[in-house]
Structures are given as structure tokens and as C-alpha cells.
């Protein structure tokens, strides 16, 4: 069966430091991978998604990148973080194919101080 | 803009009764409709999913109704249990790749 890891599950930051979420899918080739944010009281706002290794595909215009280097395998980085930035990240993954849910991983807390 | 909405931020429900959660999009052209269950703290789970050539799909005590003239979908929860306490997610796509979610609704089932 597919599995999606996501780490760290919680993250307190300092303004100006960089940063770097990963995540890691098992069991499935090829997936389309998801960078989602939801700031408190809030929806899940997309970030970035990915169909293949080396795609990435940026929603909003923000402090934020991601990569992709390898097939089940994502990251979330920045260089600088902000105070905004602060809010509960989500990796998702999803098999090709149309009419396909997203599977998310538990998240990551990150509170920027 | 908002493309998914979902106008009801909280929903109380007596347990054994039936929860509505209710749903509003925009975009005629979503094809492809999901409900996701949230827990604190957890990534969110998948529950049931519709596509636009279908007004139902059920799934044990969910269902989902979609109404495609009103651009309106709704997920009942029959019957309702404490455990089914958590923020529920609706979401809509166009095509294959991106994913749309409305604001959620807290569901408080009483016991």
C-alpha cells in the first residue's frame, strides 16, 4: 500500500533563517506531488505541485521553492523566512489519471519567531 | 475569488441524527468533486468523491448529492457519531492536476 512521510511534524524558525520540508511518498511510481498551506481559520491554499521528476509548477507568488530530485521525493525550502510563512504545511500525492484523490501527509507546524 | 466555498464555518449535530455539510462553487467547469475529513494536527483524509456525470455517490453512512445547475454539492452524514467530529473539506478540480478547497466546516457531533 502507499505511504507519504512528512517531517518534521513541528518547527519553530527564527525570521531570516532557511528553511527545509521533506517528503517522501512509498509504494506507487510516477505520482503528481502537492505543496499545500493552511494558514489558522483558513482553506488549503495550493503551493506547488508536480507531475515528474524536475517539474515544478508555482501557484503564488511567494518566499517559497520546491524541488523535486527525485521520482517520490519533494521538498519545501526557502531562504529567508518570513513571519508570514508561519502556518501548517501539507505534502499531498496523487496517482495519474483522472477523477484520483490526493493523499496527505500529517503536516508539518511551522511558527516563525 | 473563491472558487469553492463553503459558507457554513461550524455545524452542531445531535449523535444518531443526520449531518449536512454544504458546499457552493463557482467554476462550471470542475469535473471532479471530493470531501476530506481534518483532525487537528493530521493532514486531511479523503472521504468521498463525485464526478460531474453522477448527482449521487454513497459510501456507507456518506454520501455525497451534487446538483450541477445550482453549482451546489452536499455531504450527508447518516448517521452522525461523536467520532465524526472534525473540520470537513470540500474540494473541486478541473482536469487532472489541480485541486481547489473551500474554507472547511467544523462538524460537532453531541453524544
Known amino acids: 500500500s502507499q505511504t507519504i512521510h512528512q517531517w518534521p511534524a513541528t518547527l519553530v524558525q527564527p525570521v531570516g533563517s532557511p528553511l527545509s520540508l521533506e517528503c517522501t511518498v512509498e509504494g506507487t511510481s510516477n505520482p503528481n506531488l502537492y505543496w499545500y498551506r493552511q494558514a489558522a481559520g483558513r482553506g488549503l491554499q495550493l503551493l506547488f505541485y508536480?507531475?515528474?521528476?524536475?517539474?515544478i509548477s508555482s501557484e503564488v507568488p511567494q518566499n517559497l521553492s520546491a524541488s523535486r530530485p527525485q521520482d517520490r521525493q519533494f521538498i519545501l525550502s526557502s531562504k529567508k523566512l518570513l513571519l508570514s510563512d508561519s502556518g501548517f504545511y501539507l505534502c499531498?500525492?496523487?496517482?495519474?489519471?483522472?477523477?484520483?484523490?490526493?493523499?496527505f501527509g500529517d503536516g508539518t507546524r511551522l511558527s516563525i519567531l | 475569488d473563491q472558487q469553492v466555498k463553503q459558507n457554513s464555518p461550524s455545524l452542531s449535530v445531535q449523535e444518531g441524527r443526520i449531518s449536512i455539510l454544504n458546499c457552493d462553487y463557482t467554476?462550471?467547469?470542475?469535473?471532479?468533486f471530493l470531501w476530506y475529513k481534518k483532525y487537528p494536527a493530521e493532514g486531511p483524509t479523503f472521504l468521498i468523491s463525485?464526478?460531474?456525470?453522477?448527482d449521487k455517490n454513497e459510501d456507507g453512512r456518506f454520501t455525497v448529492f451534487l446538483n450541477k445547475s445550482a453549482k451546489h454539492l452536499s455531504l450527508h452524514i447518516v448517521p452522525s457519531q461523536p467520532g465524526d467530529s472534525a473540520v470537513y473539506f470540500c474540494?473541486?478540480?478541473?482536469?487532472?492536476?489541480?485541486?481547489?478547497f473551500g474554507a472547511g466546516t467544523r462538524l460537532f457531533v453531541k453524544a
Open positions: 508536480s507531475v515528474g521528476i524536475g517539474q
Open positions: 474540494a473541486a478540480r478541473e482536469g487532472g492536476f489541480k485541486t481547489i
Open positions: 463525485i464526478s460531474s456525470i453522477k
Open positions: 467554476n462550471s467547469m470542475f469535473d471532479y
Open positions: 499531498a500525492w496523487m496517482e495519474r489519471g483522472f477523477n484520483q484523490p490526493q493523499h
